[in-house]
RNA sequence: GCCUCUGUGGUGGAAUUGGUAGACACGCAGGACUUAAAAUCCUGUGACCUCAACAGUCGUGCGGGUUCAAGUCCCGCCGGAGGUACCA
């Protein structure tokens, strides 16, 4: 029988299916190890060659984890509320339900070809209900939930209550809207059960809160600004507007301090910490308050350079600021009015895209300098932005480039306040170099200025210092139909939320996926919503994060209806040991996980508060893209090579009829019909294509499917080429160039005892070469998956079945551990082989093989022992000595080592002991 | 602009703490088997000098530095990828 890798895939994945090979153990002496993928969104695209690359990697982490003795949970979903099934749904008229379903069904096809050790049995769907069930209950935790600072943590708003009815709210130090009024225990007694609901709403974890949102008109939703990027829409690039709206929304700014702390405590990438510590964004200075002149307002702006007092020349408030109207004078009304309308209107594109165009006008209106007591004027410019600080700034053109960029358009005064470069033309921003002109901030350094102009701040009474993230609170309703029903029902305009006995509130019906006719979104529609005539309720659905964002935790226990997942399981399995996936869910997904998974464990609800201990991105896999070029007005296509003597337009065709640059003629003419007439001159009798690396996307017709490489090369192949690619978080486009080096590996192993038609096995003790390679396979390969090095080690199996095979070595004793160490990487024909030796259980559980110490083999050295440095040994040679000689030898060498001379040696390595007992 | 990563043969990429740079694979060239092809196997393959071998010289984006020793560490440039931005 020779290597039959379809038979054998097919064989094998049957088996493991039937036989429940990977199911968890929710109760085990063995340790525990928690492997997770980012799950997917299933889209009718289905899988390309790019989606299984972190899959991959994670279970050979996997499979070699239960070889090394763990209990491994390695489990997949599907992330199947969103977007695109909605908007399909609009079009065709199909429920999103139903293609939802096609697609998983795909998705699942795909996944088994490729052999993964998954854990069918716990499965999650967030699109379902007895799943989305518990998404519900966390979103009413989270309502009934505020954030105490004192105990920095989260607490049932039970206990804010009884605070409220004892002390008012005088003692509560929590995150809250600014404009939160102060009141006592006998006015809150008195509120209304309205002025109650208002109140606690602005303390709750999720609230119905009014806010600038942004507001997408072609896609009829608001999106959270992880879903914005340049101004447009992230899915679909539509456009998007700043809105005033009422929305719920989640406080995740009450957790921004410990976001930001927490990311100290895991291993993720540098550069992930990064993109989150900058989304967080904290920065720290002093809010500070100016008098208005001939007004009892004060205009309180926020700064980071309170040093630079003496150098603001005027003050700039955002056109959305609230004094904006009260403080203009009679005399700019116009210019102004005329000039907030149109920042208003200018979309967030058209803000972003020129920054460095100044605009604004000035308001006519001046504050008094708390320490000079000049008149300073109050401009209007949206270069200053409504949602972040107090949405006006102290304007310090000498030390801030965009201060300086406005004074210098309008002809504003520009003062030097620190020492350094001249500021008339450019400003001088770093944070370094002595007060001048600053009066009791003369000939300080800037830091300890910083320090004494808050100090003296305090003192006035001017403003206090203060820490400022930039982390907004997540906008959670959308007005889609494909989502999660927010729990809430109407009650005399009060919110509740559902009692949780009677989740889940399923999604209900609707006859139309679109918006109503009033512009109510789509679930206004419903026929059979739970309360239908009794309560008004809630019309939108929550964002594409909110499954996504506690998803580790019920794969721990999937099946469970009674609560999210037992706190005996969650205590067991704790959080993800390794979790993998992209990096472009850096500020979504990875930071609403960490926050959901703080709150529940605030609540005692969990013992762990990160999500996941070790995170890897896994790269890119772009696409390869081909093109023919026709000659402009013609319907002839002429070879890449010939291209150069037309007029050409490139045309994008499919790189499925394309092997090795060569275009497949006939197959072309099918695949376009108006191919089918073309004339096509050729170079060398071929047609030669041209190509791109370019996003694999089904646009660019370069989408490589993992089915269409089983077909061709099996699954074992596929994961190994796929590793074998380059390090696993580099991007890389896709090539099939050099698969046949992979196949022809596997076909080598088989061969391997699989000799003139039968296999043949030796019981013979192996030789030393033979132990040799085998224990520095062992060695390498174990070294190379702890630190996720998945590359090398496809070239050092390579290396060890290429000597072996030099070796003639059939021997059970060095094929058996070979087998083991290759099983993560090519289960399949490890099974094969496994049964193939007269084993019957499977491979997955067989101990990894541990290697002999091997110190640094140098065939070439002739002398036991050499020093550079470093010790190098040739084991033949010190293997015959005792440690007494090995050490002698050893000093020997350091003292006679021609570098050393008159130095003492940098490093010193310790002889093993064990090295006189090594074999080979 | 800022942040993170990255730069090694014709190509993908090895080189774990500084210690024989280019493992392994692709590609290419030559050979064996074959009527032929496929498959398989063998040999060679960084550049320069040389008929060739031996040997030698140069070589990890560029310029400096530390070190007995630098792809690796330090300083200064240049290029590429990704993220991010009027955040006061």
Excluded at 245 to 262: E, F
Excluded at 530 to 539: A, I, N, P, S, V
Excluded at 794 to 814: H, P, Q, T, W, Y
Excluded at 850 to 870: A, C, H, Q, R, T
Aim: glycine fraction near 6%; include cysteine; charged fraction near 25%.
């Amino acid at each position: 029988m020779e290597y039959n890798f379809k038979d054998i895939e097919k064989k094998w994945q049957n088996k493991w299916a039937t036989n429940k090979t990977f199911a968890a153990d929710n109760s085990s002496s063995k340790p525990k190890y928690y492997v997770l993928d980012m799950f997917p969104y299933p889209s009718g695209a289905g899988l390309h060659v790019g989606h299984p690359l972190g899959y991959i990697a994670s279970d050979i982490m996997a499979r070699y984890k239960r070889h090394k003795g763990f209990n491994v949970l390695h489990p997949m979903g599907y992330d199947s509320f969103g977007l695109p099934a909605e908007q399909y749904a609009i079009q065709t008229g199909q429920h999103p339900a139903v293609t939802t379903e096609q697609n998983i069904n795909r998705y699942r096809e795909q996944l088994d070809k490729i052999g993964f050790s998954f854990d069918w049995d716990r499965e999650v769907r967030t699109s379902d209900p007895s799943y989305y069930k518990w998404t519900q209950w966390i979103f009413i935790q989270l309502f009934n939930s505020w954030y105490n600072n004192k105990s920095n943590k989260a607490e049932n708003i039970d206990t804010l209550i009884a605070e409220f009815e004892k002390n008012g709210n005088s003692n509560i130090n929590a995150p809250c809207d600014e404009n939160t009024k102060a009141f006592t225990a006998s006015e809150w007694k008195s509120y209304s059960e309205k002025e109650k609901s208002d109140t606690l709403m602005q303390y709750r974890l999720t609230y119905l809160g009014e806010a600038y949102v942004n507001w997408c008109p072609a896609l009829g939703t608001v999106l959270a600004n992880d879903e914005v990027k340049d101004g447009v829409s992230e899915r679909g690039g539509h456009p998007v507007e700043r809105k005033l709206m009422k929305q719920w929304s989640m406080r995740i700014t009450a957790y921004a301090q410990r976001l930001l702390d927490g990311l100290d405590t895991i291993d993720w990438t540098e550069s992930l910490k990064e993109s989150q510590r900058y989304w967080i964004g904290r920065s720290e200075g002093t809010s500070l308050k100016f008098q208005i002149e001939n007004s009892d307002l004060h205009l309180e702006v926020f700064t980071t350079r309170p040093d630079t007092i003496y150098g603001v020349s005027f003050v700039t408030i955002a056109p959305e600021h609230e004094y904006v109207d009260s403080i203009t004078t009679s005399e700019q009304k116009a210019a102004v009015v005329d000039y907030v309308t149109k920042a208003k209107n200018r979309s967030e594109r058209e803000r972003q895209a020129d920054v460095t165009k100044v605009s604004g006008v000035f308001t006519g209106a001046y504050v008094i300098h708390p320490f000079t007591g000049k008149q300073i004027p109050i401009w209007v410019g949206d270069y200053v932005l409504a949602g972040y600080g107090t949405g006006a700034v102290m304007a310090v053109p000498g030390h801030d480039e965009r201060d300086h960029r406005f004074a210098k358009h309008f002809g504003l005064p520009i003062l030097q306040v620190v020492e350094g470069p001249d500021v008339q033309e450019q400003s001088y921003d770093a944070k370094e170099g002595k007060g001048i002109n600053s009066d009791f901030l003369n000939g300080l350094d800037v830091k300890v200025a910083i320090k004494k102009a808050i100090e003296e701040i305090e003192k006035r009474g001017l403003g206090k210092g203060k820490t400022n993230y930039r982390l907004r609170d997540a906008v959670f309703g959308r007005q889609r139909y494909w989502g999660e029903p927010i729990p809430v029902y109407y009650k005399d305009g009060i919110p509740h939320v559902m009692p949780e006995n009677e989740l889940p509130l399923v999604l209900p019906e609707v006859d139309k996926f679109l918006p109503t006719e009033d512009g109510e979104p789509p679930l206004a529609r419903a026929k059979d919503w739970k309360y239908k005539g009794q309560f008004d309720y809630e019309h939108t659905t929550m964002p594409g994060w909110a499954g996504s964002s506690w998803y580790f935790l019920r794969y721990m226990d999937a099946n469970n209806n009674s609560v999210f997942a037992d706190k005996k399981l969650t205590d067991y399995w704790q959080n993800v040991d390794l979790y993998i996936g992209g990096s472009e869910h850096a500020t979504g997904h990875l930071l609403y996980v960490r926050f959901w998974t703080k709150f529940l464990f605030d609540r005692g609800f969990i013992s762990v508060d990160e999500p996941a201990k070790k995170l890897i991105n896994q790269g890119m896999i772009q696409g390869t893209s081909c093109m023919v070029y026709r000659v402009n007005g013609t319907n002839k296509i002429v070879s890449a090579g010939l291209k150069n003597q037309y007029e050409n337009t490139a045309i994008h065709i499919d790189v499925n009829i394309v092997d090795n640059n060569n275009v497949d003629v006939e197959k072309l003419k099918i695949w376009r019909d108006d191919f089918a007439n073309t004339e096509f001159e050729l170079e060398g009798g071929k047609l030669i294509c041209g190509t791109a690396v370019e996003k694999m996307s089904k646009r660019w017709y370069n989408v490589v499917t993992p089915d269409s490489i089983c077909e061709k090369f099996g699954a074992d192949t596929l994961r190994l080429y796929e590793m074998f690619l380059g390090p696993l978080e580099q991007s890389k486009p896709w090539n099939t160039n050099g698969i046949t080096g992979v196949s022809g590996f596997l076909k080598k192993l088989w061969r391997l005892f699989y000799q003139s038609g039968s296999f043949v096995v030796s019981e013979d003790a192996p030789t030393k070469p033979e132990l040799k390679t085998l224990h520095k396979t062992i060695k390498k390969i174990t070294e190379d998956i702890e630190r996720f090095s998945f590359n090398t080690s496809v070239s050092n199996f390579m290396i060890c079945v290429n000597e072996l095979g030099d070796l003639k070595c059939n021997k059970r004793a060095v094929i058996e551990p070979l087998l083991v160490l290759i099983s993560p990487y090519a289960p399949h024909i490890a099974e094969e082989l496994w049964e193939q030796l007269g084993h019957k259980e499977s491979i997955a559980f067989a101990p990894f093989p541990e290697f002999n110490e091997v110190y640094l083999v140098e065939d070439n050295f002739n002398y036991p022992i050499s020093f550079n440095g470093k010790m190098r040994f040739n084991l033949e040679l010190a293997a015959n000595l005792s440690v007494q000689e090995i050490e002698k030898l050893v000093m020997e060498a350091e003292q006679t080592h021609k570098y050393l001379e008159g130095k003492q040696p940098k490093k010193v390595i310790i002889v093993p002991k064990k090295i006189v007992n090594i074999v080979m």
